[in-house]
């Protein structure tokens, strides 16, 4: 582009990658990584807090027995993250308070000399890839708007850094309170840091620790995570919403072919005879005359209309192929009572008695039937009818069970996930969910 | 993603399978088979229980 | 594009151009100031030494903006009480050559490109607070920063004559859409630069600085 060859020897010269100093407080090595942008640094043994801009001076101190915890990622780590190689400089220890438990999580900051700063969280195995944002979101409430996407307030507290390791570009302070408030959109966290009048935003997004430990090459396996985390994804809740979109196409579906069914159905009566029944002690079984059952492979209806006051009937069934000799075997009981009590008129049972057989081939068929009943009832009159090719409704109903059981299953699932994520929150939802346990 | 897909695919299986019971004549009225009825049947009805293995015989109520 | 050399009228290195409408530069050799006048070069003044340099970018470093390429020519080093930043002057490709001079702000890694844009009334310091807003250009931003910066030093070529200033405060605005303004009061008169935040990737930059352990 242009002719002129880059400026020689003219630029200052870069910091070299790292310098070795040493704790003006106990004489420690300090490894400085960050190139002349660290403006606190944390000595690794001493545990002093030392102003990287006024010649290490110290500032104050962290006590020994917070220091019980170990960066995960150990300061010095590099890893490809993201499209560019991050070096783990800085670890700090936050925590909060609620209800008299104290909880803390850990925060690990990435530096990258042409990408700047990004740190990691983690907090009960949950880990979040969090970077300052540059647009201005907008607080509104129970709620926040960043880049047109709407965040929903999950919890503000106090923390305070109760412990530090390595070096930030920013001064930390021992027991330095921040008023932080996160508000969520799984998989993302917004999060604002306010101290007097200046507000920081961070955004967060919810990653796998296994994918952090592949990055940077780290020793074992990630901590597993426990419980619901506040962005933590659900990815169950989108695919609530699919499945019940598919349960509409497919009860649609249902439908339709039930509707088919209904006006496709031929119905037609093949057979109708009136017979009376006496109990005695001769042959009760008779045959009926042949009838066809013609057209396909169907439903068959076998109806039973019985005169009944106050008394039952059982028929034995048997619907007999004449040319192939199989049989279909079935028992039907009619029976119907009725009187009055106190509360007036009662009926139980019916006169009426369907009997559906499944499958029946075409051919010519007749009927065995044997009767049953009390000896000493008289003379019972009973119509039997035959029809075939009628719709049956029980099979749609177990159709739509089916379909409708996973869905809800799938969405109790889903809702018992929610409910965990928000039962850790300022604001629980569900009914008896109660605070942060 | 999953779950939706795993779903959807077994939806239109109960679907098939429902359009395919509706027009075979499924039903649910439990009916037992009998092979090989014979003709003799017809002049003496009586004689079907002789060959109705797992008769079982009323013995009141439902 | 660039002028025919020049000689450093103080230890006579050849000083090169990049941009034709460069007012100041300086000499890479001596240190020198200089300022173009219609004749000649004339040397101003000096650039004490420079803090080592921790930005990725470098006078010569390319890169593109909303699709227009441009290169670093120069930059205006300040500090501040978290440190300092560099102000890249950079010169955009454009067909016509009307507006070529923007701003690459670069600080603690984050990267914003403005212009210099004209706009009355701009609020005088004292009457501007945090959570302040204005609208320029049919968008709305909010003040986000008020910082009281020193000026550190200058290198390279810059569109206008800048140096051995003292006091500049700088008040920084920022909107929901992640759009980027500066009022600029270093002199008696308020300036304006608008623009947006930018993504390092974004930038596509080349010819950046090599660190030493870092790819």
Same mark, same amino acid.
């Given at each position: 582009?242009?002719?002129?060859?880059?400026?020689?020897?003219?630029?200052?010269?870069?910091?070299?990658q /790292?310098?070795?100093l040493?704790?003006?407080?106990?004489?420690?090595?300090?490894?400085?990584?960050?190139?002349?942008?660290?403006?606190?640094? /944390?000595c690794?043994?001493?545990?002093?807090?030392?102003?990287?801009?006024?010649q290490?001076?110290v500032?104050?101190?962290?006590?020994?027995?917070?220091?019980?915890?170990?960066?995960l990622?150990?300061?010095?780590?590099?890893g490809?993250?993201?499209?560019?190689v991050?070096?783990?400089?800085?670890?700090?220890?936050?925590s909060? %308070?609620a209800?008299?438990?104290v909880?803390s999580?850990?925060?690990?900051?990435l530096?990258?000399?042409y990408?700047g700063?990004?740190?990691?969280t983690e907090?009960?195995?949950?880990?979040?890839?969090?970077?300052?944002?540059?647009?201005?979101?907008e607080?509104?409430?129970?709620?926040a708007?960043?880049?047109?996407?709407t965040?929903?307030?999950?919890?503000?507290?106090?923390?305070?850094?109760?412990?530090?390791?390595g070096e930030f570009?920013?001064?930390?302070?021992?027991?330095?309170?921040?008023?932080?408030?996160?508000?969520?959109?799984?998989?993302?966290?917004?999060?604002?840091?306010?101290?007097?009048?200046?507000?920081?935003?961070?955004?967060g997004?919810?990653?796998h620790g296994?994918?952090i430990?592949?990055?940077?090459?780290l020793?074992?396996?990630a901590?597993k995570?426990?419980?619901?985390?506040?962005?933590?994804?659900?990815?169950?809740?989108d695919?609530?919403?699919?499945?019940?979109i598919?349960?509409l196409?497919?009860?649609?579906?249902?439908?339709?072919?039930?509707?088919?069914?209904?006006?496709?159905?031929?119905?037609?009566?093949?057979?109708?005879?009136?017979?009376?029944?006496?109990?005695?002690?001769?042959?009760?079984s008779f045959?009926?005359p042949?009838?066809?059952?013609?057209?396909?492979t169907?439903?068959?209806?076998?109806?039973?209309?019985?005169?009944?006051?106050?008394q039952?009937?059982?028929l034995n069934?048997?619907?007999?192929d004449?040319?192939?000799?199989?049989?279909?075997?079935?028992?039907?009981e009619?029976?119907?009572?009725?009187g009055?009590d106190?509360?007036?008129?009662?009926?139980?049972?019916?006169?009426?008695?369907?009997a559906?057989?499944?499958?029946?081939?075409?051919?010519?068929?007749?009927?065995?039937?044997?009767? %049953?009943s009390d000896?000493?009832l008289?003379?019972?009159?009973?119509?039997?009818t /035959?029809?075939?090719?009628?719709?049956?409704?029980?099979?749609?109903?177990?159709?739509?069970?089916?379909?409708?059981?996973?869905a809800?299953?799938f969405?109790?699932?889903?809702?018992?996930?929610?409910?965990?994520?928000?039962?850790?929150?300022?604001?629980?939802?569900s009914?008896?969910?109660g605070?942060?346990? | 993603?999953?779950?939706?897909?795993?779903?959807?695919?077994y939806?239109i299986?109960?679907?098939?399978l429902?359009g395919?019971?509706?027009y075979?004549?499924?039903?649910?009225?439990?009916?037992?088979?009998?092979?090989?009825?014979?003709?003799?049947?017809?002049?003496?009805?009586?004689?079907?229980?002789?060959?109705?293995s797992?008769?079982?015989?009323?013995?009141?109520?439902k | 594009?660039?002028?025919?050399?020049?000689?450093?009228?103080?230890?006579?290195?050849?000083?090169v151009f990049?941009?034709?409408?460069?007012?100041?530069?300086?000499c890479?050799?001596?240190?020198?100031?200089?300022?173009?006048?219609?004749?000649?070069?004339?040397r101003?003044?000096?650039?004490?030494d420079?803090?080592?340099?921790?930005?990725p970018?470098?006078?010569?470093?390319s890169?593109t903006?909303?699709?227009?390429?441009?290169?670093v020519?120069?930059?205006?080093?300040?500090?501040?009480?978290?440190?300092?930043?560099? %102000?890249?002057?950079?010169?955009?490709?454009?067909?016509s050559?009307?507006?070529?001079s923007?701003?690459?702000?670069d600080?603690?890694?984050?990267?914003?490109v403005?212009?210099?844009v004209?706009?009355?009334p701009?609020?005088a310091?004292?009457?501007?607070?945090?959570g302040?807003?204005?609208?320029w250009?049919?968008?709305?931003?909010?003040v986000?920063?008020?910082?009281?910066?020193?000026?550190?030093g200058?290198?390279? %070529?810059?569109?206008?004559?800048?140096?051995?200033?003292?006091?500049?405060?700088?008040?920084?605005?920022?909107?929901?859409g992640?759009?980027?303004?500066?009022?600029d009061?270093s002199?008696a008169?308020?300036?304006?630069?608008?623009?947006?935040?930018?993504?390092f990737?974004?930038?596509?930059?080349?010819?950046?600085?090599?660190?030493?352990?870092?790819s």
């Amino acid at each position: 582009m242009s002719a002129a060859p880059p400026n020689p020897g003219g630029t200052p010269p870069s910091e070299p990658q /790292v310098q070795t100093l040493a704790c003006p407080s106990c004489g420690a090595p300090l490894t400085v990584r960050s190139m002349g942008r660290a403006v606190t640094i /944390v000595c690794g043994h001493c545990h002093s807090v030392l102003d990287a801009k006024d010649q290490l001076s110290v500032l104050e101190r962290f006590a020994a027995a917070t220091s019980k915890d170990t960066p995960l990622i150990p300061l010095g780590s590099r890893g490809k993250w993201r499209g560019a190689v991050y070096e783990a400089i800085g670890f700090q220890v936050r925590s909060m %308070e609620a209800d008299g438990i104290v909880y803390s999580w850990r925060e690990y900051l990435l530096f990258s000399p042409y990408k700047g700063y990004r740190y990691l969280t983690e907090y009960n195995g949950h880990w979040n890839d969090c970077s300052v944002v540059t647009a201005l979101p907008e607080a509104q409430g129970t709620s926040a708007k960043y880049l047109g996407k709407t965040y929903k307030h999950f919890q503000t507290c106090t923390a305070r850094t109760t412990f530090a390791l390595g070096e930030f570009p920013w001064q930390v302070k021992v027991d330095d309170a921040i008023r932080v408030t996160d508000y969520v959109a799984p998989p993302y966290v917004l999060s604002s840091e306010t101290t007097g009048s200046e507000t920081t935003w961070t955004l967060g997004e919810y990653v796998h620790g296994a994918d952090i430990w592949k990055a940077f090459g780290l020793p074992g396996a990630a901590p597993k995570p426990v419980g619901v985390y506040e962005n933590q994804p659900s990815g169950l809740r989108d695919s609530a919403s699919r499945i019940w979109i598919a349960f509409l196409g497919l009860a649609t579906a249902l439908f339709v072919i039930f509707t088919l069914n209904q006006i496709f159905s031929q119905q037609e009566r093949v057979f109708q005879e009136y017979y009376r029944f006496s109990a005695s002690g001769t042959e009760a079984s008779f045959v009926t005359p042949e009838f066809e059952l013609k057209g396909r492979t169907s439903s068959v209806e076998v109806r039973t209309d019985a005169d009944l006051s106050n008394q039952w009937i059982y028929l034995n069934y048997a619907l007999i192929d004449e040319d192939t000799g199989q049989a279909y075997d079935f028992g039907r009981e009619v029976s119907y009572y009725t009187g009055v009590d106190s509360d007036g008129r009662w009926t139980e049972g019916s006169r009426h008695d369907s009997a559906v057989l499944p499958s029946i081939p075409p051919g010519r068929y007749y009927l065995r039937i044997e009767p %049953e009943s009390d000896a000493n009832l008289g003379l019972l009159g009973y119509t039997v009818t /035959v029809t075939r090719d009628v719709p049956v409704t029980e099979i749609y109903l177990l159709a739509f069970a089916a379909l409708l059981l996973p869905a809800l299953l799938f969405s109790w699932r889903s809702h018992n996930f929610e409910q965990m994520r928000w039962a850790e929150s300022d604001q629980p939802k569900s009914i008896g969910g109660g605070g942060d346990e | 993603m999953i779950w939706s897909r795993l779903y959807l695919i077994y939806g239109i299986g109960v679907v098939l399978l429902l359009g395919a019971g509706a027009y075979k004549g499924w039903s649910f009225t439990s009916v037992n088979e009998v092979k090989n009825v014979p003709r003799s049947i017809r002049d003496n009805p009586g004689s079907y229980r002789a060959i109705y293995s797992s008769y079982h015989h009323y013995t009141g109520g439902k | 594009m660039s002028q025919p050399a020049a000689l450093c009228p103080s230890c006579r290195a050849p000083i090169v151009f990049r941009w034709s409408s460069s007012v100041q530069t300086t000499c890479s050799h001596c240190k020198s100031i200089l300022i173009r006048t219609d004749v000649n070069l004339e040397r101003v003044g000096v650039v004490s030494d420079l803090p080592p340099d921790s930005s990725p970018i470098q006078i010569g470093t390319s890169g593109t903006y909303e699709n227009r390429a441009f290169t670093v020519a120069g930059r205006i080093i300040y500090d501040y009480d978290e440190g300092s930043w560099n %102000e890249w002057h950079i010169v955009l490709n454009t067909a016509s050559s009307a507006v070529g001079s923007a701003w690459l702000s670069d600080a603690q890694s984050q990267y914003a490109v403005t212009l210099a844009v004209r706009a009355a009334p701009l609020p005088a310091l004292a009457a501007v607070q945090l959570g302040d807003r204005f609208t320029w250009s049919k968008t709305e931003f909010v003040v986000t920063a008020i910082t009281e910066a020193r000026y550190r030093g200058v290198e390279g %070529e810059l569109p206008f004559q800048y140096w051995d200033k003292q006091e500049a405060t700088f008040v920084d605005l920022r909107s929901t859409g992640g759009d980027f303004a500066t009022l600029d009061y270093s002199d008696a008169e308020p300036l304006l630069y608008l623009g947006k935040m930018v993504d390092f990737d974004a930038l596509r930059l080349k010819n950046l600085r090599a660190f030493e352990g870092w790819s």
